[in-house]
């Protein structure tokens, strides 16, 4: 497509459930990168892919977030056990290359009731 | 401290106003992004640069790798201007950025 797609855009889920947040970057991109943004924060890092694998998850807070980018393309951020702290805007990136000019998409904004 | 910077935190303008947001950091890096992003909006990429200065339209970005610094500056400011303007900084290595906290504008009529 023409642009980062990121679905859902909303997404309202109770405490301790499981969430899918789906990113689609732009055709052809293969860096790909998930942030997450707080109220009134920066964004910080989660992940990044290089292709399929993940290069460097260095920014994932703990086991219960987990992300994959099987064909390396659509990336998916899975959050097992979701708490209130979790709650808010997951931002994804994609590139054409890692370190070339960034495409953000519009974000899923995640609140844990 | 942040390893990235920006100062200031807030600021608003009259309608007309040159407009400067500066952005310190202190890594290693390969490229400097700066990123406006509306209420309630996506994010977009102004500029990426790792030397000298760019321009588009009424707005300027430099750099100075020597002292890591950068700076937006905003020529003829408009209301549509407001916005949050955040400074990002590329790994070396990755590419991944380093974001700052960002900085409120508002231009008011």
């Known amino acids: 497509g023409a642009g980062v797609s990121q679905t859902p855009s909303n997404k309202v889920t109770e405490k301790g459930k499981y969430v899918e947040l789906r990113c689609d970057p732009i055709s052809g991109h293969t860096a790909l990168y998930w942030y997450r943004q707080s109220l009134g924060q920066g964004p910080e890092f989660l992940i990044y892919?290089?292709?399929?694998?993940?290069?460097?998850d260095s920014g994932l807070p703990n086991d219960r977030f987990f992300a994959v980018r099987p064909e390396g393309s659509v990336s998916t951020l899975k959050i097992q056990r979701t708490e209130r702290g979790d709650s808010a805007v997951y931002l994804c990136?994609?590139?054409?290359?890692?370190?070339?000019?960034?495409?953000f998409g519009s974000g899923t904004r995640l609140t844990v009731v | 401290k942040n390893e990235v910077e920006q100062s200031p935190q807030n600021l608003t303008a009259q309608e007309g106003e040159f407009i400067t947001i500066n952005c310190s950091y202190s890594?290693?890096?390969?490229?400097l992004h700066w990123l406006q992003q509306h209420p309630g909006g996506g994010i977009v990429s102004l500029f990426m640069l790792s030397s000298g200065k760019k321009k588009h339209g009424r707005l300027i970005a430099t750099i100075n790798i020597q002292e890591k610094h950068s700076s937006l500056h905003i020529t003829a400011s408009h209301p549509r201007d407001s916005a949050v303007y955040i400074c990002?900084?590329?790994?070396?290595?990755?590419?991944?950025?380093?974001f700052g906290q960002g900085t409120t504008l508002q231009v008011k009529p």
């Open positions: 990002a900084v590329g790994s070396s290595n990755t590419g991944k950025l380093i």
């Open positions: 890594v290693g890096i390969s490229a």
């Open positions: 990136a994609s590139s054409l290359m890692s370190g070339a000019g960034y495409t």
């Open positions: 892919f290089q292709g399929t694998g993940a290069a460097d």
